[in-house]
């Protein structure tokens, strides 16, 4: 759980990781199926607005940024048509060997290759340092990760932990067993060998040097924030839950739920679907609100049309950071009661109409 707890109740939207400038990486993430891609294209497009470089990166392999911005985006950061300070690109979280084979002992057979296939998780994970490491070379204030459903998301803020612990157990071994690598080196193919494995090796120490320090800082309240975005339905809750305990055992900040797919009652008109389903949404809402007193829950509509294109993504966004309805939890079931009342009464009038016809 987030540090960040006003005792007062939290401003239901997304303005405090607007207002926190501190912030570096900000993760979204959540169910499959429940809008991470438009949330996280309209939280960039906001961040956008208050800080100087803001860079979306998709580490979804069924990417959806190209498809939200109606722009074809690659793994090289391009810029968002319309924005001058928002770029955008999509990663493979899968292990891109061809790029890691380009260091000494990476390629097939090497002694590198051979010792990291035994620790699980490190090839994954050395392909996620090769991004972390291009995009900390580059000139971005603010970074937002449109993640994979939730599984893969925690493996992926595992990477860290697991390249910093893999790594170490590399250098243990150099240590431990570096003197005979060397002299087995040195005898087998002469000084040249060994200048590889040291150089090998060098490579790897500041690359591990590289996964400390992004770990330490996904760890920073002040650097990283995790925003959980969901549907208000059972299985979303459920998997909401589970996902925000994991946060709190890796040490993340997590302290903002965005609710999607929200039907407002003032929408519902005479439709008895729309009204079972705003009833359904309620009994969930209510259940958000409980468990998450010190979260900052955000409610965003169902619209007709899908948010696809910059200008409807630009249009969104802004109910991020204000709330699209003042409406009450308690107030919708009043609501929905009045428009059942509505309905009876209609249907009294038809009753008495087609009585006095008979009379």
Partial sequence: MSNHVDEETLEPTLQNVL?????????????????????????????????????????????????????????????????????????????????????????????????????????????????????????????????????????????????????????????SFGGILSMASSLMSGPENEDMLTGMMDKLEKLKAIVEEVNSQFKSADLTTFVCVCIPEFLSLYETERLVQELAKFEIDCRNIVINQVIFPEEVGTSRLLQARVK????????????????????????????????SLKSFSENLISPYSHTSIKDLDRHVLELEVEQLKAKLHDAESRLAHYC
């Fill in 19 to 175: 207002d926190q400038t501190s912030l570096k990486w900000i993760f979204v993430g959540g169910k499959g199926g429940v809008g991470k891609t438009t949330t996280s294209c309209s939280l960039a497009i906001q961040l956008s607005k208050v800080r100087s470089q803001v860079l979306i990166i998709s580490t979804d392999p069924a990417h959806n940024l190209s498809d939200a911005f109606r722009q074809k985006f690659t793994k090289t950061p391009t810029r968002v048509n319309g924005f001058d300070n928002l770029h955008a690109m999509e990663v493979d979280p899968n292990p891109d060997m061809s790029e890691l084979e380009t260091m000494e002992g990476m390629e097939d057979g090497g002694f590198l290759a051979e010792i990291s296939s035994s620790i699980p998780g490190i090839d994954e994970a050395m392909s996620f340092a090769e991004v972390m490491k291009r995009v900390q070379s580059m000139d971005y204030s603010c970074i937002v990760f449109d993640t994979a459903p939730t599984g893969h998301t925690l493996r992926l803020l595992q990477f860290p932990s697991t390249l910093e612990k893999g790594l170490g157990k590399l250098m243990t071994l150099k240590d």
């Fill in 280 to 311: 359904m949404q309620q009994k969930y809402l209510e259940q958000f609100y409980d468990l998450y007193e010190d979260f900052h829950i955000v409610k965003m509509p169902l619209l007709e049309e899908e948010v696809r294109g910059t200008e």
